[in-house]
């Protein structure tokens, strides 16, 4: 076999299935890894990637988080903190990085908590992991933290999975999706006009308040647009990571029994799974960035102004990071390596204290609800989504 051999195509069936199938190959034989077709470079490695999302000198974030935005070399329109670099970054982050404080987010267990149990039914044998649970609860908890009205809550999980919804081949955003945003877009500008009018107890209304010192020392109040981009960001992202970890979970865990059955005489080790579900089934499989410069790596040149795909999920499993990666342990020992399921840097995910918290209340009601259980796999099924892996569909029956 060559490198010429290997192929990786995030945008393919095969990868939607089993995106893990190819990192094993990617890191052995092509560290470095070029897709003509496509015209980006990968990095699969842990070594490479973990030093690659610390970098952003190297590798920007300006271009936008998916191939689609990054290959058209410009700089993203929407100011989201995820899609800026320093110094910027550091005083858009600064605004919000109080309400992910691990005070602020103990502070809301019982809000969580009340949240997750009004979506989880105990009066059926049987119900679908993700169509009836997990795509609710995520979402609902950070729409109500921003202010988003009840009505709208659900919503914006529908336009979020528009937005990132891929075909095969599918690189570019469809016109469903884009119109999908565009609606996301204009429910946030009139719920940012109404807190402007009449101030809530919500995250809207402290970003309206808020003050900025811009990069020339001016101090201003944030646009808009810049509010929105906080709320479509951290929307997003709490509507897909909690939503498919969960997923993982139940099928993760009806493959190892004997580890469920472990949480069942211990629930102190639920952080522990936690953090192993998210190493060995990472929610997001890759971040993309844009390369300031040309870079070497292993022998090969990453030219400046390509996209960079820095596969989190492929790392994650890499043996050279973690022993025996490939298999599932809820006791591993987290220290070997730095887990990157929620990146790494100044681009780590803002909202990880919030998705643990969700994740570990959820699996302990799920633990509570369905001691024993068993998986329809004929019923399960996968997303296709740019970015974001994992099941839209898990069926499962309780074992009275």
């Not at 009205?149 to 979020?160: F, S």
């Not at 599918?170 to 565009?182: F, N, V, W």
């Not at 059955?261 to 799974?273: C, K, M, N």
């Not at 971040?287 to 030219?303: A, E, F, K």
């Amino acid at each position: 076999m060559t490198v010429a051999d290997v192929l990786f195509d995030p945008f393919s069936a095969d990868f939607y299935r089993d995106p893990h199938a190819i990192y094993p190959r990617l890191r052995a034989e092509a560290p470095v890894y070029y897709n003509a077709e496509y015209d980006f470079y990968a990095l699969s490695r842990h070594v490479d990637v973990a030093a690659g999302l610390k970098d952003f000198d190297t590798y920007s974030s300006a271009y936008g988080v998916d191939l689609g935005m990054v290959r058209t070399g410009q700089k993203a329109a929407a100011k989201m903190i995820i899609s800026i670099d320093p110094p910027e970054h550091r005083l858009m982050r600064s605004l919000v990085n109080k309400v992910f404080t691990p005070r602020a987010i103990q502070a809301l267990t019982a809000m969580v908590t009340d949240t997750i149990e009004g979506f989880l039914s105990a009066d059926r044998d049987e119900f679908d992991v993700v169509q009836d649970f997990s795509v609710y609860f995520p979402v609902d908890v950070i729409t109500q933290m921003l202010g988003v009205p009840a009505e709208y809550r659900q919503q914006v999980r529908l336009w979020i999975d528009e937005s990132l919804h891929r075909e095969p081949g599918q690189i570019d955003m469809s016109e469903s999706g884009t119109q999908a945003m565009a609606e996301m877009w204009v429910m946030y500008y009139e719920l940012i006009q109404q807190r402007r009018a009449d101030p809530q107890d919500d995250m809207i209304s402290d970003l309206i308040a808020a003050e900025i010192e811009r990069e020339d020392g001016e101090r201003t109040r944030l646009k808009g647009s810049e509010i929105a981009g906080f709320a479509t960001l951290l929307g997003g992202a709490g509507a897909e990571t909690v939503t498919k970890l969960i997923g993982s979970a139940a099928v993760t865990f009806a493959q190892h029994p004997e580890q469920w059955q472990t949480l069942l005489d211990d629930r102190s080790r639920i952080p522990g799974a936690i953090e192993e579900l998210l190493r060995y089934d990472a929610p997001v499989q890759y971040n993309v960035r844009r390369s300031n410069t040309d870079v070497t790596l292993h022998g090969t040149t990453i030219p400046a102004g390509s996209p960079v795909f820095l596969l989190g999920a492929s790392a994650n499993r890499d043996d050279a990071a973690w022993t025996d990666p490939d298999t599932f342990d809820i006791d591993r020992d987290r220290s070997e390596a730095q887990n990157l399921a929620f990146g790494y840097g100044i681009h780590s995910c803002l909202g990880a204290a919030l998705a643990r918290l969700e994740s570990t209340i959820a699996l302990g009601k799920m633990l509570d609800l369905m001691p024993r259980y068993e998986v329809d796999w004929d019923g399960c099924r996968r997303v296709s989504m740019q970015n974001v892996a994992g099941w839209s569909n898990v069926p499962v029956r309780i074992l009275r």
